[in-house]
């Protein structure tokens, strides 16, 4: 009797530990999916941009330029088949600076650049930085590792500032920057 009672014992044993320590009826329910997504362009269609006046900025410090913009991913979650609850967390991925006008200057007129989103009720966050420049019209910015950015893209809108810190200025001149933005969603995508 005792051999069969080994025979049946371990088995019976391993498939117990197995339902009560690995069985999460959750876990059966939802998986998550991530996608990433690239925009440059605000609730209006219009491309997300930085413009200021040299006259309104201060050279070799940092000056705060909103984009006076809105912008909302949820009709790209939507056609994903999601709801903007949906979102687990949130990172960027890539943030590209674009100089868009004076045609003749390159970025590398600026010492410093930080990428800060902004949302009613939440805490303007860091997101992306640069303090160094290479003499072309377009530069990616240094992501921050880790940053979730869920709770921007959760909220109907959200909004961006760059603070930026020129080394030179053209006297009464106009500038003209650019962004195009990605970002890595992870879902929840319920069963």
């Not at 605000?42 to 000056?63: E, P, Y």
Request: aromatic letters at 8%; one cysteine or more; glycine letters at 4%.
């Amino acid at each position: 009797m005792t051999i069969s009672f080994r025979r049946w014992a371990l088995p019976v044993l391993l498939a117990l530990m197995v339902v009560v320590t690995g069985c999460d009826a959750n876990a059966l329910k939802s998986d998550t999916i991530f996608l990433k997504h690239e925009f440059s362009t605000d609730t209006a269609g219009k491309s997300i941009r930085f413009t200021f006046s040299s006259n309104n900025v201060t050279a070799n410090r940092l000056n705060d330029v909103s984009c006076n913009c809105t912008i909302n991913i949820h009709s790209y979650i939507e056609e994903q088949g999601f709801q903007p609850s949906d979102i687990v967390s949130a990172t960027l991925v890539s943030a590209e600076v674009i100089m868009l006008f004076p045609i003749s200057k390159k970025v590398n007129f600026l010492n410093q650049a930080i990428l800060k989103f902004t949302a009613n009720g939440v805490s303007a966050t860091e997101v992306a930085n640069i303090s160094s420049f290479p003499s072309t019209r377009e530069v990616s910015m240094n992501v921050l590792p880790n940053r979730d950015i869920a709770t921007f893209l959760e909220r109907a809108n959200f909004g961006a500032i760059l603070q930026l810190d020129p080394a030179t200025l053209g006297p009464n001149e106009n500038y003209d920057l650019s962004i195009i933005l990605e970002v890595r969603l992870e879902l929840e995508d319920s069963v």
